[in-house]
């Protein structure tokens, strides 16, 4: 009965000429997805959210996006998602300069949850991609590219233990982020705008940002050898 549902409703109705029906279609492919994986879960059904991401709505296009973060926030998902993730991932990567910026935004949240699902799927040129939307005059747009820049850059760090978490100034485990940080800066070459920069990451880096005495020990102090 399902199966004549999905072909007698469904695969009519998701191109519908009616935009609102063509996003509640994918809307609901997402959630039966989600609550029948073991059904609906494979590429004979992920291909149609797929191809709707290039709807020329962007309101469908969303809910295309959507629906997809509800499968790849679940880790216990991911391997069922592989296969499509390398044929859409490109597509993926082109809706982060979507010009509806909704759009865009859950585009770069949707690669924030495939890079923490698998960290050898983006490309760094994929990457590269998202990393200079930091800059973007969008703030919805920068602060979840910010948000990517940070999970992928600064969140990859080994466990410390607690000695090394007690060090303050330069020796602080926030130093090295802070060159990191400052690295990505200048290779951007765009000197105009560090306030972009600091204002996309405000949000999800904090604590980093406001590490006052860190940043004042790397300023002050003289550089250790081999340092510029």
């Given at each position: ?8 409703v ?17 809307e ?28 020329k ?41 979507d010009k ?11 690669l ?9 799927v ?16 969008h ?6 590219a ?21 060090r ?7 130093a ?13 070459e ?39």
């Open positions: 009965m399902m199966n004549a549902i999905f072909k007698g469904f695969v009519h109705r998701y191109r519908d000429a009616i935009a609102e029906i063509r996003a509640i279609c994918i609901e492919i997402g959630v039966w997805m989600k609550m029948y994986s073991d059904a609906f879960l494979n590429d004979s059904y992920l291909k149609y959210v797929g191809w709707t991401m290039h709807d709505q962007g309101e469908v296009r969303l809910k295309c996006l959507t629906a997809l973060q509800g499968l790849y926030y679940n880790r216990e998902l991911n391997s069922k998602l592989e296969l499509f993730t390398s044929r859409f991932k490109d597509r993926i990567v082109s809706m982060t300069l509806e910026y909704d759009v865009a935004v859950q585009a770069i949240k949707l924030t949850l495939v890079l923490q699902s698998s960290d050898e983006l490309t760094a040129e994929d990457c590269e991609n998202v990393y200079h939307l930091v800059y973007s005059a703030r919805p747009v920068a602060v979840a910010g948000e990517f820049l940070y999970k992928k850059l600064f969140s990859c760090r080994e466990p410390e233990d607690d000695g090394i978490l007690k303050r100034g330069r020796l602080s485990p926030n090295n982020l802070v060159k990191t940080l400052v690295f990505f800066f200048l290779e951007s765009l000197h105009e705008h560090a306030a972009y920069l600091v204002d996309s990451m405000w949000d999800c880096a904090t604590e980093l940002l406001k590490d006052w005495e860190c940043m004042n020990s790397l300023l002050l102090d003289d550089p250790l050898n081999g340092e510029e």
